[in-house]
């Protein structure tokens, strides 16, 4: 049991630190708009510079979700990775 619970503390630690990382992306795209000035006076740049960020953060969410189906996968949970992944 005390296995499960440090595989499971590991791979949550690791899908913040991903999740944090795809923030940081986003916010600093998002900074590097903002001083150059190409987001906030226009309603479409600003619609794109959000797009863009929901972007950024989803492939992060794909990522912590592809973690964990591999964790699912290796520990034979689930037996094939699409299921893994469709399941996380």
Known sequence: MGK????GLGVTLGA?????????LGAEAVGVLLTRRSVGASLWRNSLA?????VVLLVGHLAQVAVWATVFTATGELGEFAVAFYHS
Request: aromatic share 0%; net charge neutral.
């Open 16 to 24: 913040l630190v991903i999740q944090a990382l795809a923030g940081g």
């Open 4 to 7: 499960v619970v440090l595989v």
């Open 50 to 54: 959000t797009i863009m960020l929901i």
